[in-house]
């Protein structure tokens, strides 16, 4: 076992250092692990997380911290989870499967009525549902930058961009900032995203610090609207949204599999193929 590296006594300024120096080192840390390794309690480093979070040194994520994408490579070297490290650029992303995502985005934009108020998830699908709501009534509220540049220069749609560290890489607003921004929301619908659907029913995700963004999206928002090509089915990702059973509608396409759509529809949900 490692041996503990923390001296009790030392002041709290010096343990973040080391909790840098730990998230650093592999990428990421789990709250368990750097309470052992400092010999604090996990609330102690809760509170630590939430320190270097709003400073933008880490991002906290369920259970612990990641090395935030800012951050020179070398330091991310080891942030594995999620495939966040990894992760394709943007702009290869968008282009995936593009016919798919732009007949979902046509249909979900039909499910937005004048005078809603409505949140566009991160992801490469929303940007198309953007893209038809230029001209309409309605408020778009996101941490998407990609649907920013939809709708930046239209004079009717207003747009409300939630704050947040940004995630050049995915275009994108994340961290707790972004989360508490959100608690302050009530919106009438989200129009989700994700990486895959299980045949469970699972709606899950692959990105670490994406994931609670869109949790607390879910949580602001009346209606749930989960937009999930034929792609998505399995999909992957280790990180749980929600479950089909929560969704009020889906928007997917003609390939889906009825087994895992029919979970949506016994639950009272809509199942809309675009």
Same mark, same amino acid.
């Given at each position: 076992m490692r041996a503990h590296w923390y001296r009790p006594g030392v002041i709290s300024s010096e343990r973040r250092r080391r909790i840098l120096s730990a998230v650093q080192a592999d990428g990421s840390a789990s709250v368990r692990r750097l309470a052992a390794q400092l010999s604090v309690s996990e609330s102690t480093i809760r509170r /630590?997380?939430?320190?270097?979070?709003?400073?933008?040194?880490?991002?906290?994520t369920y259970g612990g911290a990641l090395v935030p994408e800012t951050a020179p490579w070398p330091a991310r070297r080891g942030t594995t989870e999620g495939g966040? $490290?990894?992760?394709?650029?943007?702009?290869?992303? =968008?282009g995936d499967r593009? /016919?798919?995502?732009? =007949?979902?985005?046509?249909? $979900?934009?039909?499910? %937005? *009525? /004048?005078g809603d108020v409505v949140i566009l998830d991160i992801g490469t699908t929303t940007p198309h549902v953007a893209r038809r709501?230029?001209?309409r /009534?309605?408020? %778009?509220?996101? *941490?998407?930058?990609?649907?920013?540049?939809?709708?930046r220069d239209d004079d009717t749609a207003r747009i409300v961009l939630l704050g947040g560290l940004v995630r050049r890489n995915y275009q994108t607003l994340v961290g707790s900032l972004t989360e508490r921004a959100l608690a302050q929301?009530? $919106?009438?619908?989200?129009?989700l995203s994700c990486t895959g659907v299980r045949?469970?029913?699972?709606?899950v995700d692959n990105m670490a610090v994406e994931t609670p963004v869109k949790q607390a999206m879910v949580e602001a928002a009346d209606r749930v609207v989960l937009l999930a090509t034929e792609a998505k089915f399995p999909g992957h990702g280790s990180?749980?949204?929600? $479950?089909? *059973?929560?969704?009020d509608v889906l928007v997917t396409t003609t390939g889906s599999p009825d087994a895992t759509t029919t979970i949506c529809r016994d639950a009272g949900g809509k199942v809309l193929i675009a």
């Open positions: /630590d997380l939430q320190v270097l979070d709003r400073g933008g040194e880490l991002l906290r966040d $490290a990894h992760e394709a650029p943007f702009e290869v992303v =968008r593009l /016919d798919l995502k732009e =007949r979902v985005g046509a249909r $979900a934009a039909e499910l %937005v *009525s /004048d709501l230029r001209g /009534d309605v408020t %778009v509220i996101t *941490s998407n930058l990609a649907v920013l540049d939809e709708l929301v009530n $919106a009438d619908l989200v129009l045949p469970n029913g699972r709606v990180y749980r949204l929600c $479950a089909l *059973s929560d969704v």
